[in-house]
């Protein structure tokens, strides 16, 4: 990319249609730990990918993922996105390989110039946002894919980030969440004012599920499965947020009401083995069936008799939505952001977390038919279709970069016309 002088931001509010219609695009520069298997890649990808090039000028950077994570380097490839990978940038916290990360960052950021710099995840959130300012980036946003303040770390570690968001948030000019629940949860650990929070649910291409009926049948056939055998549904990392650990134990409860109930857990992460010595020790055997990365989703969730999410934190979990896009059955945790996706259990069934009984009973009650499970996701299809669509999100973001460059040009304005209040 040319290098851009400071004259470029010079955009006056009385002429704030020039932001649209300038021959120099908004330089946004998005930044992200790693692309690893999951929604908040696919967030970033699609967010990249998306904004009108018209408009803006979109550079992704993004560190390495681990071993087990896989990634999703062949969608933002597919979406012909620009992307930066820095190879000491990366999840775990390691000072030498963050210093080195962060001056990374910073010449970056002096070289490329850009209006916005758009950090997403609390490790690219730390690194970018410090450089940012020292690099004097016009505006900074952060964006909350959910918080790791429960179910990472032990109370005083999560205290301890918890008062480095703080800090962070200082120099932040917008803080987003996913969710309600996500935005009043940072408002109440004091993580920024809620007046600076703005809430931006996520955006999907959700179009490839409308149709996933169609497809019925055609991953029994490959799996061996019976046509009468119920299947239950996990699609996500396997790590230890995620507690398949509580969902494996269900299963050994449900097959007292419902023996011909078969698991199948989609995804991979560092703890799938620990996950299939647990399925093993429970006696589970052929009724729980680790399938690992599929990026054949359609022929997943057209075969689902009811899709599970068991996490003992999250924030809007995609696995979810693109289950109830294809008018699956959904049963999850109340964590997080998934009680605003569900909509207090108007869309899909609730439990506790980690609570293996409560969340067996639910399954069989959603298997059995014992309850509204058709109904509520016939309501939920609907819903998400509407309110997580990727024009949607794009729409939302372009709204808040616009006003966040006015009101920065604005208090620049000011700072001109004003009289100095004394001498150095």
Sequence with gaps: MPSLSSL??????????????????????????????????????????????????????????????????????????????????????????????????????????????????????????????????????????????????????????????????????????????????????????????????????????????????????????????????????????????????SMVQLSATQPDAILLVVGDGPDRPALEMEAERLGLGSRARFLGFRDDLERIYADLDVAVNCSLNEGTPVALIEAMASGVPVLATAVGGTPDLLDEGRLGRLVPPGDPNALARALAESLSGGDDSAQKAALARRSVLQRFSLDRLLGDLDRLYLRLLKSKEAVRLRGLHEPASGSF
């Design 8 to 249: 470029d931001l010079e955009i006056t509010v009385e002429k704030s249609s020039q932001l649209q219609s300038a021959s120099r695009r908004i330089r946004v520069l998005r930044l992200f730990s790693r692309l690893n298997i999951g929604g908040p890649a696919i967030h970033v990808i699609l967010t990249t990918a998306g904004l009108d090039p018209k408009r803006y000028d979109s550079l992704l950077v993004v560190g390495r993922e681990e071993d087990r994570e896989g990634n999703f380097l062949n969608l933002a490839e597919a979406k012909g996105i620009p992307l930066r990978i820095i190879p000491t940038f990366g999840r775990r916290i390691d000072p030498l390989r963050d210093l080195i990360t962060l001056v990374s960052l910073f010449r970056l950021m002096r070289r490329e110039r850009p209006d916005i710099v758009h950090t997403h995840t609390a490790k690219a959130g730390a690194l970018g946002r410090v450089a940012a300012r020292l690099a004097g980036v016009p505006v900074v946003v952060h964006t909350f894919h959910g918080s790791v303040f429960d179910g990472y770390f032990g109370p005083s570690v999560a205290r301890f980030f918890q008062w480095i968001e703080r800090i962070l948030a200082l120099g932040t000019d917008t803080i987003v969440a996913v969710s309600e629940r996500v935005a009043a949860d940072l408002a109440e650990r004091k993580i920024a004012p809620r007046k600076k929070i703005e809430v931006v649910p996520l955006g999907l291409e959700l179009g490839r599920f409308q149709d996933v009926q169609q497809r019925r049948g055609e991953l029994r056939r490959e799996l061996g499965v019976p046509p009468r055998a119920r299947l239950v549904g996990s699609v996500g990392r396997l790590v230890a947020i995620k507690d398949l650990g509580t969902l494996l134990r």
